[in-house]
C-alpha cells in the first residue's frame, strides 16, 4: 500500500483518511470500502458475495430491502469462508420506514432487527442500518432509536447506524446527550456532489451509495483521462475520489474483475488538480441508456416513476405497491405535483402524482 502522507490515518471522533479502516466515534473500527448485494437470485447473492470475499473486500454490508433469500444467502457465503470471522465487518439493515407512530415504529424496528441475525445465520452484527427514518416525523424516528438502542445496549450489535437521513431526522437521534448516536449515515454520494454537513456536525462518518452515480461514471472521459495517468480505471477514479474526501463507499458488482478494481483503490492517490476537477465536474455522465416506468395509485392519486431499468427490481423490493407501467396507462391523466425521495443504491427518485 502506498505510504504516503495522504494517506495518514486520523483516529478522532468522525474523522478519518483514505486508509482502509476508520474508527468510528464509538471507538470501533469500520473499512472504508464495503460490498453490498442487490436484488439477485440467491445463487448470484451467494456468489457475488465469495467473489467480494476473494477480492479483498472485509465488509459485507447485507441490507434487507434486497430480500430474505438473498441475504441468507450472503449468510452462507459468509459462512462457507475460510476467513476468520474477527476480520470481517458484518452489516444488517431494518427497512421499517412506514411505520406511523412512535410505538408501532419501535415495534416493527424490533422485530424486524431481530430477524436480521437469524437471516444472516450471526449472533452479533458489526452493525446494524436503519433504511429509512419514519415519514411519522420525530416521534416515530425516536421509536426506530430506541429499538436500536437497545440492541446496542445489549451488545447485539457493535454500532447503530441510519441511511437517507437529513438534518432534522439526524437531530431526533442525536437530542439526547446521554442517548446512543448514530456513527455511520448512508447517503447517495458521488463525483461532483457535496457531502452533508450535517453529519460532520454530529461526528457522524458519511457512506457512499451510488458511488457511480447511476453508472455512468464508469465510462465519463474526464475520470478515464484521469485513470491512464495512475494506470487506473475510470470507476476506480470515482471510488478514489470519495476516499479524499474522507467519506466511505457501498459499491456492488457480480463481475469479479470489478470487484478486484474496486478493491484495488488504496495504492494510490489523485492529485490536488485532479479532485479540484472532479469537485467540480457537476456534468458527470449519469444519464441512462434505459428508462423504466413504476407507478403505484393510492386511493384517488397515481405515483409514477421513470428511473433506469437496472434499478426497477431493487426499487420494487423497497415499495411493495410499485408496478410496472405508466399512471396515464390506469386513466390517471391529470398531471400533479412532483417529489424526490432516495433509495439506497439508485440515489434520487422523482415521484410525479397523477389524478383523473
Not at 502506498?2 to 470501533?28: D, M, P, Q, W
Not at 458488482?253 to 490536488?272: G, Q, R, Y
Request: net charge negative; with cysteine; charged share 20%.
Amino acid at each position: 500500500m502506498l505510504r504516503s502522507l495522504a494517506l495518514f490515518s486520523i483516529i478522532a471522533t468522525g474523522a478519518h483518511a483514505s486508509s482502509e479502516t476508520v474508527t468510528l466515534s464509538n471507538g470501533v473500527v469500520m473499512p472504508t470500502l464495503a460490498f453490498g448485494a442487490n436484488v439477485w437470485d440467491a445463487a448470484t447473492c451467494k456468489q457475488a458475495t465469495s467473489d467480494a470475499l476473494d477480492a479483498g473486500f472485509r465488509f459485507v454490508w447485507s441490507s434487507a430491502l434486497i430480500g430474505q433469500d438473498c441475504q441468507a444467502a450472503q449468510g452462507a457465503a459468509i459462512g462457507a469462508s475460510t476467513l476468520p470471522r474477527s476480520s470481517l465487518f458484518i452489516a444488517g439493515t431494518v427497512n421499517s420506514g412506514d411505520c406511523t407512530d412512535q410505538s408501532s415504529c419501535y415495534t416493527e424496528t424490533k422485530s424486524a432487527a431481530e430477524a436480521q441475525f437469524t437471516t444472516l445465520n450471526v449472533t452479533k452484527l458489526d452493525m446494524l442500518m436503519l433504511d429509512y427514518p419514519s415519514p411519522a416525523g420525530c416521534d416515530g424516528i425516536t421509536g426506530q432509536w430506541k429499538a436500536f438502542s437497545e440492541l446496542y445496549a445489549a451488545g447485539k450489535v457493535r454500532t447503530i447506524a441510519v441511511s437517507n437521513f437529513e438534518g432534522d431526522q439526524l437531530d431526533c437521534v442525536t437530542k439526547d446527550p446521554k442517548g446512543v448516536k448514530p456513527t455511520v449515515n448512508q447517503l447517495s454520494y458521488s463525483v461532483g456532489m457535496a457531502l452533508d454537513p450535517d453529519n460532520a456536525k454530529y461526528g457522524i462518518v458519511e457512506q457512499a451509495y451510488s458511488p457511480l452515480g447511476s453508472g455512468g461514471l464508469a465510462s465519463d472521459p474526464l475520470l478515464q483521462g484521469i485513470g491512464k495517468t495512475h494506470n487506473k480505471t475510470a470507476a476506480q477514479v470515482a471510488l478514489r475520489w470519495i476516499l479524499q474526501h474522507n467519506a466511505t463507499i457501498n459499491t456492488q458488482s457480480t463481475n469479479p474483475v470489478h470487484l478486484k478494481e474496486d478493491a484495488s483503490i488504496f495504492d494510490f492517490a489523485l492529485t490536488d488538480a485532479e479532485m479540484v476537477k472532479l469537485d467540480a465536474h457537476s456534468g458527470a455522465s449519469l444519464t441512462t441508456t434505459e428508462t423504466c416506468s413504476l407507478y403505484a395509485i393510492d386511493g384517488a392519486t397515481c405515483g409514477q416513476s421513470d428511473i433506469d431499468c437496472k434499478f426497477t427490481k431493487y426499487a420494487k423490493a423497497a415499495e411493495k405497491s410499485l408496478k410496472d407501467g405508466t399512471c396515464t396507462a390506469q386513466g390517471y391523466t391529470v398531471k400533479g405535483e412532483s417529489s424526490t425521495k432516495k433509495y439506497p443504491f439508485i440515489g434520487d427518485i422523482t415521484i410525479t402524482k397523477y389524478t383523473k
